[in-house]
């Protein structure tokens, strides 16, 4: 027994929650001396007082009505309070449950309570912190997209289709809509086909120089550029300009080709009629 009390008074003198004993009626019976350093009190200065007397009537209210419901209900609660200690807000969370003696019947309500105010404090700067990570994001996110459809107007504007190759699995990896544009078809269309692949389109007669280029820059490691026809499905030849450049793949091994390709029909056939004019003087 003697043992029993040394463990309680240990308890009540050393626990880093605030305990506190009170009877059926509100009175304090016995208070942890955390409890009693938090409200700047002797321990013994609180028993027989109540919470209303110690605390404003408002944080008074909350933790006697929470009393009074474990007494009624002989059911345990728990709650989160805003106080004010000491000029000092404070985030505690208050459990209570019943004390019964042996016969089983109530005799008081014990409260233990945890100050989680850092803890509410550190949440609440988690949510600010990521909140503004997520404007932050939501910002870039608008600036990338923007910049993106600006490349896109360049693109359209330029006549200059872009594209990612991979030489080794001979298939487009990304390609922008204007690369499909010049090519007379849609995105769609491209990422339709098996092969991923736009070198059918290539003229007969030029193929052999295209792929010569390609395999020079594969072979040396080097930028290539090369000028050619395309045939379009819907039988329109097109002159193209395509300069391309070897680069590391997502494993950093010179596998991929990234290049641009630029309808030059236009120029082409400009150069030519001056070609010809000058022949013809």
Known sequence: MKDQEAWLRAIFEHAPMEIVLKD???RIMAISGTAAHKLGIDPTDFIGR?????????IADVYMTADRAVVE?????????????????RCSLSSKFPVRNDDGVITGVCSVTNDITELRDSERALREAHDSLEQQI?????????????????????HIGSYVFDHVANRLVSFSEEYAHIHGLSVDEIAASDGLNVDHLTHPDDWDRVEAAYNRSWKNQEPFEVAYRIIRPDGAVRHILEIGDLVGDVEGSPNWLKGIVQDITDRSVLERAKTEFVSTV
């Open 50 to 58: 109540t919470t209303a007397d110690l605390l404003p009537a408002e």
């Open 24 to 26: 059926t009626e509100g």
């Open 73 to 89: 209900t002989g059911e345990p609660s728990q709650q989160e309070v805003i106080e004010e200690i000491n000029g000092s807000l």
């Open 138 to 158: 939501d910002e870039r996110t608008r600036e990338l997209l923007a910049r993106e459809q600006d490349l896109v107007d360049a693109q359209k504007i330029g």
